[in-house]
């Protein structure tokens, strides 16, 4: 993600004419990231890390709310423990980093730079674990990884990204399986609830599962540009890391058996996520419960504002503020209220609240929301829950905006020449009945570039023949071109 020394961005790409173009612009002019000197990494900015850090305040509660706690393992993984898991390891290796040399000397074993954890703490877990007392184990690391990445764009994939990954282990393949369901419902209510994310939950084909799980569960979510994002994962490892990592345990019938365990995770691909479900020509467009601002005061300089507006502004960021309201006050003499305007509007702060000398005569602010435009005023002895009403009428409305495009970009075909037809462009969501071969998925992927994101959970019942073979069909597949 390196690139030679250029001006700062200063228009936005339209989205009609270039999606690519407006996404990276976006990026680059709301300050949310930027290149970096080392190829493939990007430096996520202050503007951009406040994003993060919301979202990992939030799910970090949620983890801990149903029994998980917080750890950390080493960023280095060996050779010899990364290669016990065969399918796992196959997965990842043309993604892996080694470091083969410390100082001045040669290692004698290569070590993986943490593509993902699974082995370390499998490793670990065989250590700790020893009856069925020990059990569950419900841990989760907040943490960095790195995949070599030939192709990267800003969030959505990075060489190095910053993610949590969380790791259990469980008596019963029954638990097991419990956990997987129960963090992809944690997964789908936090991006639907915080990031205004509608997203499809439900099983991947066996062909896009994780490396070495028995079952890989996913959220999709469908982009602007109409292409889908597996925004969160949860995957069932069965027994297959216990038994490559002698994760065993003496059973309440003093036998000694293997754990069953889980993994799952989300990145900060995440904002990624809710640049391209929200943005617009103007920029990005936040939902309130991510927005590092949620609402910002404008104050018009007229007059002696400074000994009559900004104190009264100040006045209204401090009763917000106290009311739980995230506020920036954008009092700089250096810039125009338009250009302040324009320059919020871009970084998607939700609210924008506007107070003048004549404002202060009427007692009231005037207030414009990110989402619709729309301007509207407010008294001042109301303005704290009229704001507080306003963030969640944008809130709501960000996901109804979303789960309405999702709805209108997703379309039904029985017949490959009409699928086909439909994959020239960029449909959104097919949804087509499936035989459950990975030889037709694989013809259709070749074919088309369309992949399976998941079976829906929400899916409607198998029927007819397979799109692609002419089988009876298994599931409705959601086929969709994705990043």
Avoid at 107 to 120: D, G, H, N, W, Y
Avoid at 182 to 204: E, S
Avoid at 229 to 257: E, P, V
Avoid at 296 to 316: C, D, F, H, S, Y
Wanted: glycine residues 6%; contains cysteine.
């Amino acid at each position: 993600m390196t690139e030679s020394k250029e001006p700062l961005v200063k228009e936005i790409a339209p989205q009609s004419e270039d999606f690519s173009a407006w996404y990276l612009d976006v990026v680059r002019k709301a300050e949310l990231a930027d290149y970096s000197p080392v190829k493939g990494c990007m430096v996520i900015r202050p503007y951009g890390y406040a994003i993060w850090e919301l979202i990992q305040k939030d799910l970090d509660a949620r983890f801990k709310a149903t029994g998980h706690v917080n750890a950390y393992f080493p960023l280095f993984i060996p050779e010899s423990l990364l290669t016990k898991e065969a399918d796992h390891v196959e997965g990842f290796a043309p993604e892996v980093a080694w470091v083969t040399r410390g100082g001045t000397e040669e290692l004698e074993e290569r070590l993986a730079i943490r593509p993902t954890s699974e082995v370390i703490i499998g490793t670990m877990y065989s250590k700790w674990l020893q009856s069925w007392r020990d059990l569950p184990i419900l841990i989760n690391q907040w943490a960095n990884v790195v995949r070599w990445e030939k192709v990267t764009r800003p969030f959505l994939r990075t060489t190095e990204f910053l993610w949590q990954e969380g790791h259990t282990a469980h008596e019963t393949a029954e638990e097991a399986k419990e956990e997987t369901l129960k963090i992809l419902g944690v997964y789908k209510a936090f991006a639907q609830d915080v990031l205004a994310m509608p997203v499809h939950d439900g099983p991947k084909s066996d062909a896009e599962k994780f490396a070495g799980a028995s079952k890989t569960y996913s959220i999709e979510a469908l982009m602007g540009d109409c292409r889908a994002l597996q925004a969160g994962t949860s995957h069932d490892l069965g027994q297959n890391f216990a038994k490559a990592f002698d994760i065993q345990f003496q059973g309440r019938d003093k036998t000694l058996q293997h754990a069953y365990t889980t993994s799952w995770g989300v990145s900060t691909r995440l904002i990624g996520g809710v640049i391209m479900t929200h943005g617009d020509d103007s920029g990005l467009i936040l939902p309130p419960k991510v927005a590092p601002y949620q609402v910002v005061i404008v104050p018009i300089p007229r007059g002696n504002w400074q000994e009559t507006v900004l104190p009264k502004a100040r006045e209204i960021r401090d009763a917000l503020t106290a009311a739980g309201v995230r506020v920036m006050l954008d009092d700089r003499d250096a810039y125009t209220p338009g250009w302040k305007y324009a320059e919020w509007e871009m970084r998607g702060v939700p609210v924008r609240l506007e107070i003048g000398p004549k404002d202060i005569e009427k007692a009231q602010v005037m207030l414009a929301r990110r989402d619709t435009r729309e301007k509207m005023s407010a008294s001042m002895e109301t303005v704290v829950p009229f704001v507080t009403d306003l963030l969640e009428a944008i809130q709501k409305n960000l996901f109804e905006r979303a789960l309405k495009f999702r709805e209108e970009h997703t379309t039904s075909a029985s017949e490959w020449a009409e699928f086909q037809k439909l994959m020239e462009g960029r449909p959104g969501f097919v949804v087509a009945p499936w035989c459950g071969s990975g030889t037709c998925e694989a013809e259709v992927k070749a074919e088309t570039q369309a992949t399976i994101r998941n079976v829906p959970f929400s899916a409607p019942p198998a029927q007819g023949a397979c799109i692609k073979c002419g089988a009876p069909a298994v599931a409705m597949a959601y086929f969709a071109k994705a990043y």
